[in-house]
């Protein structure tokens, strides 16, 4: 068992499959007292008076499933996110690949839950949440300590949970994201196992100098363009590197990315290839220091959907 499922079964060793009857306990009463006893003794109660017993009840806390929130938070939450929830702590079979990738909302102790039956099941060692709208940073963090791959469609991130996740071993797949900060990308390109941003359209030269540095498989199939710095930056990678969504590349680009592959011009890729950086195989290769004139009549002539910049 890993030091996470120790965590939270000493968190939860009373019952480790945290099974709950019903989800919702008071964790912060509302304070009525006084309203009560004016209505016990026949005092007069003012509108003063029902509007601090309102607020006191609108402020009350309720425990969801180890989570706080008010009454009006949990009214956010779907109907359908509360009984898969429930679904998910009251069986004692692990979590279903399509009961996953209908949550919308993710309860602590639902998480905390997946996290151990997955564990414990050597074919399904990952967690794929496509519909999770949002995630808090201690969530993250649990994540990325587990041993299992992981897939998050999230379109963006803090750079507390790029930080985090930089700690994760396994596959980490955050394809939904489209743009990233300098920071966010410093920390992911310290992540040591496959990594897939096929969303990000493009990236900065800092970004590019930082993705270098991985030396897990990095995608990067989103990305159509690539400046000079990039391509030079992407010559140093010390990792696998998949560049398939380019749509054209100038000269120096292509000597550049031709230079960390060890060979003299680019082989377009092929299974056997054991090639560091996958282009692919019809992008075109244009001089450098083109004219706007020229660039348009190029892109019209192979019918690119780019802007070139």
Known sequence: ?????????????????????????????????????????????????????????????????????????????????????????????????????????????????????????????????????????????????????LGLFLTTITDKQAEYLSTHKKSLYLCSLVSITDKQAEYLSKHRAELKLNGLVSITDKQAESFSEHQGDLYLNGITLLTNDQAKAFSKTKGYLSLMGLTMVSETQYRELSSANNRDEIKFYSEEDDRRIKLPSLVPIFKDNLSDKEIKKIIKKYKLQIKYE
Do not use: C, W
């Open 1 to 149: 068992m890993s030091n996470l499922d120790n965590k939270i079964f000493e968190k939860n060793k009373s019952n480790p499959d945290v099974k709950t009857p019903e989800y919702i306990g008071f964790s912060k009463k509302p304070d009525i007292g006084s309203f009560k006893e004016k209505i016990l003794k026949n005092k007069g109660i003012t509108k003063k008076d029902i509007s601090n017993m309102m607020e006191e009840i609108k402020s009350s806390k309720i425990s969801v499933f180890g989570q706080e929130m008010t009454k009006e938070e949990l009214g956010k939450i779907s109907k359908e996110d509360i009984e898969l929830s429930k679904k998910i702590l009251n069986s004692n079979a692990n979590v279903d690949d399509e009961d996953l990738e209908k949550l919308t909302y993710l309860f602590p102790d639902v998480l905390n839950k997946i996290i151990i039956k997955r564990n414990q099941d050597p074919f399904l060692n990952y967690i794929n949440l496509p519909h999770l709208k949002s995630i808090s940073d201690e969530q993250i963090k649990i994540f990325a300590m587990s041993d299992l791959a």
